[in-house]
C-alpha cells in the first residue's frame, strides 16, 4: 500500500515542539503538512525555545506560536482548552523523555502537558533521545504506560545521532512522518464513508431543468431541458448520506425522496436562490441547469398583440450561476456540466478554467443516443489542475448509474485527491 501527496481540506492539527535537537526537522515538517491541506497551530516547551525560535515556526504555519500557559495576553487569543478543541490530532515532535514522563504521570504544569490531558484529540508522539536515555527503564515504562493510554508512538529511527553515538533514537524525516498522518486521515475519512455514505454530512446545492424568460405575461424564452440529470444528482447525492437543495427550474419531475426543492422560473430567480444556499452553508455546488443565456430586456406588462409582420425583441445576457458561485469568497467544492456537439473535451476543460471549477462533466448532445431528453448518458470528467487526477470516462449508463459515478468523482476529489484508488 502505498499514498500520493494529496490534499486533506479542514483537519487541524497542533504540533507541540518539544526540547531536542531533531527540533530543526519539525520546522521541515510543518511544510509537508502544510502542503497536504491541515491547518497546523505549533505549541513550542521552554525546552524547545533553546533551539529554534518561534518565528520560524509562525511564519511556517501561518500562525501564532503558542509557548506559555499562564500568560494573559496568550489565553486572550486562543487559550488552552481552545486549542485543545481546535485539534483533530495532537503530534508532539520530537518527544523528549521529559514530556513522555509528563504525559505518563499526567503532571499538568506547563501549556503542553495540559493541552495533553483536556484534548479529545488522537495524540501521536514522535520519540527522539540519546540511544541510552531511550533504552533506559524509565523511558520504556513511560512509553508502555502511554501505549496503554491510547497514544501512538511512531518509533524513532536508528542511525548516528547528534551527540556521536550510534544506535536508536532519531527522529523519522519530516516526509515519512507526514505520511503517516496523511495515511491515518485517509483511512478515518474512508471508516466515515463506508459506514455513512460517500458525502456524508455533506450539504449539497445542485440547479436542474431549464430557465424561462419571460417576453410578456403569457410567453417566454426557454429550452429543452428536461432537468433529470440533476433530479438523478440529487437523489444520488441524497443516497450518498447529503443534505441535498434542488433549485429547480419548471420541469414535470417528482421531487426525489428526501430532497429540499425550491423552484424557479428565471435565471436571475435561479442565481438568487442559488446564493441564497451558499448564505444556509453549501459544501458542493453542483450546476446542471440549463439556464437561458439570455433574458428579455424589457419585459412587457400586457400580453404583446399581434401586429405588423415582424416583431423585434431585445435580448440582455443573463448572469453565469455557476462562475458567479464559484467567484465568492467562501466557495464551494464547484461541479459544471457542459453539453457540446463538437471539440467536446476542449470545450469542457476551457470552461473548467475559465468558470474556475473543480470538476466539470462534458457529454456530447450531437449523440442522438444520450443527453437531454434521453434516459441515458455517457460523460467525461475533468478535474482542476489542483487535484492531480486523471480524466474519467464515464461509459453510456442510466443517469442513476452515471450519477453514482459522479458522487464519486466527487468524492475522491474531495478526500483522497490524488490518491490512486488502486493502490488503496
Ligand atoms: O457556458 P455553458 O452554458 O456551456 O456552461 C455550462 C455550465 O455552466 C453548466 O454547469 C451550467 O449549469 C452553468 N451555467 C450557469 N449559468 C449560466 C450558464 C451556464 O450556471 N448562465
Known sequence: MSFDLSVIPNKNIVLAVTGGIAAYKSAILVRRLKDAGFNIRVVMTQGALAFITPLTFQALSGNPVHTELLNPEAEAGMGHIELARWADLLLVAPATCDTLAKFATGLADDLLSTLYLATKAPVWVVPAMNQQMWAAKATQRNLATLVD????????????????????????????????????FHQAQRAIAEK???????????????????????????????????????????????????????????????VRRVNVQSALQMLDQSLAQLQEGCDIFIATAAVADYRVAEVAEHKI??????????????????????????????????A?????????????????????????????????????NAMTVFF????????????KA????????LVEAIHDALHFNSLKKDEL
Not at 551527540?163 to 536508536?168: K, Q, T
Not at 516526509?175 to 495515511?183: L, N, P, S
Not at 456537439?341 to 443516443?369: F, H
Not at 482542476?384 to 461509459?395: F, I, V
Open 196 to 258: 455513512f455514505g460517500l458525502l456524508a454530512g455533506k450539504r449539497v446545492a445542485i440547479t436542474a431543468g431549464p430557465t424561462r424568460e419571460a417576453i410578456d405575461p403569457v410567453r417566454y424564452i426557454s429550452n429543452h431541458s428536461t432537468g433529470k440529470m440533476g433530479f438523478a444528482l440529487a437523489a444520488a447525492c441524497y443516497a450518498a448520506g447529503a443534505k441535498v437543495t434542488l433549485i429547480a427550474g419548471p420541469v414535470s419531475l417528482d421531487t426525489p425522496n428526501g
Open 398 to 405: 442510466s443517469k442513476q448509474e452515471i450519477s453514482q459515478q
Open 340 to 376: 457540446e456537439t463538437r471539440q467536446v473535451e476542449e470545450y469542457a476543460a476551457g470552461k473548467l478554467v475559465a468558470k474556475k471549477l473543480d470538476m466539470i462533466a462534458c457529454n456530447d448532445v450531437s449523440r442522438a443516443d444520450i443527453g437531454f431528453a434521453s434516459d441515458q
Open 149 to 184: 493510554d491510547g497514544v501512538h508512538v511512531i518509533m524513532p529511527d536508528s542511525g548516528s545521532q547528534a551527540c556521536g553515538d550510534v544506535g536508536l533514537g532519531r527522529m523519522p524525516e519530516p516526509e515519512a512522518i507526514a505520511y503517516q498522518v496523511k495515511a491515518y
Open 384 to 395: 482542476a489542475d489542483q487535484y492531480q487526477l486523471d480524466k474519467r470516462d464515464l461509459e
Open 305 to 338: 398583440k399581434k401586429s405588423g409582420d415582424e416583431l423585434a425583441v431585445n435580448l440582455v445576457k443573463n448572469p453565469d450561476i455557476v462562475a458567479t458561485i464559484a467567484q465568492q469568497e467562501k466557495r464551494p467544492f464547484m461541479v459544471g456540466f457542459a
